[in-house]
């Protein structure tokens, strides 16, 4: 009783319809439609073709209790188009006119009562759901039905999936399993079976692409990304991360276009998408087109750290020294440690001559930079001490090693010049941080 499982049954219970019309085949057939329907909704997955299928067999089986089945995957997969994941707690007028029987005995139906009211629950009446759901699970905890109804230990899955290998709902769940112990080799391995036995479950590429996305590999990302739009050409996660993937990879005409199809064809992520937009553009030196999508970006987040940082940025680029200490002040506001913002707004008071102040912001930014690079540093050394580490986790490390030596040869060019410019008195912990900065990272 999962979705390969009624995926199989459809084909077989039509193939024998096609022999033989009888009526139990028409009743089978037209309930594996609709748990099916339930099954992509419960996923987020907008699907219309079991029902329609559905309601081309509703003549041929019996009013009751079919026609209930049938509203109520139509009011699930209404929840879809509204973005309420299946599910609201704002009730069902509708199909509460056409009640379902309490049912507790076979399983099947048990489950088809409790997708019932939880579709008609309010948050007056949300307890009585919850009430019958313990006793679901009280009496079918076991069965495959109960797969999102509580939580599965480890050796539950392996055993479930050992006795119904293209479970992929359990699949999924493994993998995220697999994901939160960082065992990212296992995890995408979990993913990748749930999508070939549920080629629909877009949710599995995702998490494919989120894992390959934090491990700083955007081409495997950007494939993901791109299978979950051959699916559902519209999903927010799968159209965001496509572009980002492919400005990362400085692709950036690229990523201009997805982002602008993006905003076209979405209304999610609007503000990351010119942000996006404007990175893109200040990487290519177009100042003017740089500004513009800052303040459209600026209209959907103006409280981001890193679009305040890239508008100063673009103001003492542009020799406006004022405003970008006023965008300099807002990161600080949301971020009070960021290093970089405390080190530009040193910069620009000393442009304006303001040496004391500069003093102190720069005191600040050595402060912040010596912190940032501690932090890096332990972070490698937990990661370097990882026992049994997958290989992705293994090349991460690698990858992380390097921009820890990126980060502190920047660093050093940007500090070592207060050496000069503060030699009476000098600033403190400049020289230590800068020793710092020159010995290798752990691991080397």
């Not at 509203?71 to 509708?94: D, T, V």
């Not at 359990?170 to 995220?176: A, H, P, Q, S, V």
Request: glycine letters at 4%; charged letters at 25%.
């Amino acid at each position: 009783m999962h979705w390969c499982g009624w995926k199989n049954a459809v084909g077989y219970y039509e193939e024998a319809l096609a022999k033989r019309d009888e009526a139990e085949l028409r009743q089978r057939l037209f309930t594996a439609y609709i748990l099916l329907s339930l099954r992509e909704s419960e996923l987020q997955y907008r699907n219309d073709s079991w029902l329609l299928l559905a309601e081309g067999l509703l003549p041929r089986v019996p009013p009751e209790p079919f026609v209930v089945y049938l509203a109520m995957a139509r009011e699930k997969m209404r929840n879809i188009s509204l973005h309420r994941g299946g599910y609201s707690l704002l009730g069902a007028p509708e199909l509460e006119k056409k009640p379902l029987p309490r049912e507790t005995g076979p399983v099947l139906f048990n489950y088809l009562y409790l997708q019932f009211l939880r579709l008609i629950a309010t948050r007056d009446t949300i307890e009585k759901y919850i009430g019958e759901e313990k006793e679901f699970l009280s009496l079918h905890g076991d069965s495959n039905l109960a797969v999102f109804m509580r939580p599965f230990t480890p050796q539950e899955k392996d055993d479930k999936l050992a006795a119904f290998p293209d479970f992929a709902e359990m699949y999924m769940l493994r993998g995220d399993w697999h994901n939160s112990g960082k065992k990212y080799q296992a995890a995408l391995a979990d993913y990748q079976h749930a999508a070939e036995s549920m080629p629909v479950l877009y949710k599995a590429r995702n998490a494919m692409s989120a894992i390959c996305y934090s491990l700083e590999e955007y081409e495997q990302a950007l494939l993901h990304f791109g299978q979950t739009l051959e699916i559902f050409p519209l999903e927010p996660t799968a159209l965001f991360g496509r572009a980002i993937c492919l400005s990362e990879l400085r692709h950036y005409d690229e990523s201009d276009r997805a982002l602008r199809e993006m905003i076209e064809k979405q209304s999610f992520y609007h503000g990351e998408a010119n942000y996006y937009l404007a990175k893109n553009s200040y990487y290519r030196n177009r100042p003017e087109e740089t500004r513009s999508y800052i303040k459209l970006a600026a209209a959907y987040i103006p409280d981001s750290a890193e679009l305040n940082m890239l508008s100063g940025l673009l103001y003492l680029d542009r020799g406006q020294p004022g405003p970008a200490a006023i965008d300099f002040r807002k990161v600080l506001e949301q971020q009070p440690q960021h290093a970089e913002a405390w080190y530009f707004l040193g910069l620009v008071a000393r442009q304006e001559k303001k040496f004391r102040e500069a003093r102190a912001h720069f005191q600040s930014a050595i402060e912040n930079f010596r912190r940032e690079l501690e932090d890096f540093d332990t972070k490698l050394a937990a990661m370097n001490s990882e026992e049994g580490s997958d290989p992705y986790r293994r090349n991460y490390f690698l990858k992380r090693q390097r921009q820890r030596s990126a980060y502190a040869r920047e660093a050093i060019e940007r500090l070592a010049p207060l050496q000069k410019t503060f030699r009476k008195p000098p600033l403190p912990g400049l020289k230590k941080l800068l020793v710092a900065l020159a010995a290798p990272p752990p691991g080397q």
